[in-house]
C-alpha cells in the first residue's frame, strides 16, 4: 500500500509542473493566489508548528510543604496561587 502523502505530494507537484510550464510567471500577479507549491509550503509549515508546540510544556512554581517544585498547569490546585 503507498503513502498517501507521497501520492498526495506527486500529484501536487505535478500541477505545479504544469502550471509552471503552461503560463504565468509564477509571481502571483496574474491573480492566481493558489498554487500547489503554497499548500505544501503550508502544510509542512503547520506540521512544523505542532511539533513545536508539542515540545512546549507550560509550568508553575510552586511552593508544598515549604519546597518550591515545578508542576504542569493542570496539576494546580487552589492554593497554589497567591
Keep these: 500500500m503507498r503513502n498517501p502523502l507521497v501520492i498526495s505530494t506527486r500529484v501536487l507537484a505535478t500541477i505545479s509542473f504544469a502550471q509552471a510550464t503552461c503560463g504565468g510567471d509564477g509571481d502571483g500577479s496574474d491573480g492566481d493566489s493558489w498554487s500547489p507549491t ?17 515540545m512546549i510544556k507550560v509550568t508553575a512554581t510552586v511552593i508544598r ?4 517544585m515545578e508542576i504542569p498547569l493542570k496539576d494546580l490546585v ?5
Design 38 to 54: 503554497k499548500v505544501v509550503q503550508e502544510t509542512r509549515a503547520d506540521a512544523a508548528a505542532a511539533k513545536l508546540k508539542a
Design 78 to 82: 487552589p492554593g497554589d496561587i497567591r
Design 65 to 68: 510543604q515549604g519546597v518550591a
